[in-house]
């Protein structure tokens, strides 16, 4: 599978941006994919800001962006969404998605080694 990110820009203080991370593979198989949006900021280590279990009953968020962001998904369309709300300057990052098959595992990953699959990073700036 290949993941391809995209929605990134440049945003003010308190705006809103909504990421998008297309998958080329079958549907029935992305179904099976448990899901995640990370972000790097240069210096600092790759964090989990919201994950999915490929069901999508379990979720999770940083909290540092709950209550703002929501991660989403359209197994139909084969994408992952992270919607970002009340954005901060602190939010400004590269955020990459990140898939993991888990057709034999269980639960929300929120680890970068726990994830098999990336996307190329797509850059989010906040200005103040």
């Known amino acids: 599978v290949q993941l391809q990110a995209s929605g990134g820009g440049l945003v003010q203080t308190g705006g809103s941006l909504r990421l998008s991370c297309a998958a080329s593979v079958s549907g029935g198989t992305f179904s099976r994919y448990g899901l995640a949006w990370f972000r790097q900021v240069v210096g600092k280590e790759r964090e989990c800001v919201a994950a999915t279990t490929r069901s999508g009953g379990s979720l999770y968020y940083a909290d540092s962006v709950k209550n703002r962001f929501t991660i989403s998904r359209d197994n139909a369309k084969k994408t992952v969404y992270l919607q970002m709300n009340s954005l901060k300057p602190e939010d400004t990052a590269v955020y990459y998605c990140?898939?993991?098959?888990?057709?034999?595992?269980?639960?929300?990953?929120?680890?970068?080694?726990?994830?098999?699959?990336w996307g190329q990073g797509t850059l989010v700036t906040v200005s103040s």
């Open positions: 990140a898939a993991k098959d888990q057709i034999l595992t269980a639960g929300v990953l929120t680890l970068p080694r726990e994830y098999a699959v």
